[in-house]
């Protein structure tokens, strides 16, 4: 099964780029940049990432965001991940970043967006894997920043495919940001949620009929609500789990306890994700593998997530179809004769 789930094309569609800064790049970055952290050595670091909540994952992970100064390190973080990414068989990722965690602090939404993209670029013609760029609003900030936000993001309209709603979702609801994905739709950007990861199920149904998302980036409180699953059965509407960042961060006690199996058997398009992986111990494969350990499945339903997350992408028809060639090949090799 291991062997099978490593070389399994994946899909990525919910991954926080400055999430992937792995404490190694982060003492780098600290040190080329001359920015003080407040940990000693990568261990120490390491030490650090044990969280009871979002919150005080979130606590960090804005923190360790500060060494992020330069196009280059923009362009280092990404390049990074893209290197994990062909480790893990990922071929195609949807990429988030926050642009006000680096805008608040003075730097250049243009910088951010410029290393970001050349890595990306660089990756689709060296790597072979292609990828989307979302934008992600942070839902603590008012809505005068998100608007401002989606204004610095027009001139690079052909980047970015999506906006998205993240940072912490209690106390925050979809409605609060009702009107500046109006105005992204009308921009022609399509629009996705963080939802029903902590917040209730009503957030869900709210980022549906409010927001217009096209998929909900978590997603697992949908069971709270049988007519809301039932809904997104009919409407075929993709959830984006994260299964090593729920335990992580509680949302399940165990592995055991987590739904996704339930909900992939129930028919949902559910897909796997890391979220954070540098924050949550692990990758793609990883996260494909801590499921895999808890529930058993046969490699058929193993395979159904990356071929849920291909009808959930937001590529072209054309190149979903290249997608599902690839996926195929790979699951029937061409016999040896
Ligand atoms: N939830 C909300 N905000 C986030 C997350 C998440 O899982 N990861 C990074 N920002
Ligand atoms: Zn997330």
Not at 56 to 65: C, K, R, T, V
Not at 69 to 75: M, P, V
Not at 86 to 92: A, F, G, K, L
Not at 273 to 297: C, E, K, R, W
């Amino acid at each position: 099964m291991r062997d099978f789930i490593q070389a399994l094309p994946k899909i990525e569609l919910h991954l926080h780029i400055e999430g992937t800064l792995e404490p190694g790049l982060l003492f780098e970055l600290a040190q080329r940049n001359n920015v003080s952290i407040p940990f000693k050595s990568e261990a120490e670091v390491r030490a650090a990432y044990e969280f009871n909540d979002l919150q005080s994952f979130l606590d960090i992970y804005y923190q360790g965001a500060n060494v992020l100064l330069h196009e280059q390190d923009f362009f280092d973080l990404t390049w990074a991940y893209l290197l994990r990414c062909r480790q893990d068989n990922v071929i195609h990722t949807e990429i988030f970043f926050d642009p006000q965690t680096h805008t608040e602090r003075g730097i250049a939404f243009d910088t951010v967006i410029a290393g970001i993209n050349r890595a990306l670029v660089q990756a689709e013609a060296e790597l072979q894997i292609t990828s989307r760029l979302i934008l992600c609003f942070l839902r603590h900030l008012d809505e005068a920043t998100a608007f401002a936000t989606l204004e610095l993001a027009q001139p690079h309209r052909d980047k970015i495919v999506a906006v998205g709603l993240d940072s912490s979702e209690k106390g925050n609801p979809p409605e609060k940001f009702q009107r500046v994905f109006a105005r992204a739709l009308e921009a022609g950007f399509l629009t996705v949620a963080h939802a029903g990861e902590e917040g209730p199920a009503s957030y869900i149904s709210d980022s549906l009929s409010l927001l217009k998302v096209s998929r909900i980036d978590h997603g697992v409180r949908c069971v709270e609500d049988p007519a809301l699953v039932q809904q997104l059965i009919a409407e075929r509407i993709p959830l984006t789990v994260c299964p090593l960042s729920n335990i992580k961060l509680c949302v399940f006690a165990s592995m055991a306890q987590h739904n996704i199996v339930e909900l992939l058997r129930r028919g949902l398009c559910v897909t796997i994700n890391s979220d954070d992986p540098a924050y949550f111990g692990g990758y793609m494969t990883d996260n494909f593998l801590a499921v895999a350990a808890a529930h058993a499945m046969t490699p058929q339903e193993i395979a159904q997530f990356t071929f849920n997350a291909i009808d959930a992408s937001f590529t072209g028809e054309h190149e979903k179809q290249r997608l599902r060639t690839r996926v195929n090949d790979a699951l029937q090799p061409p016999s040896g004769k």
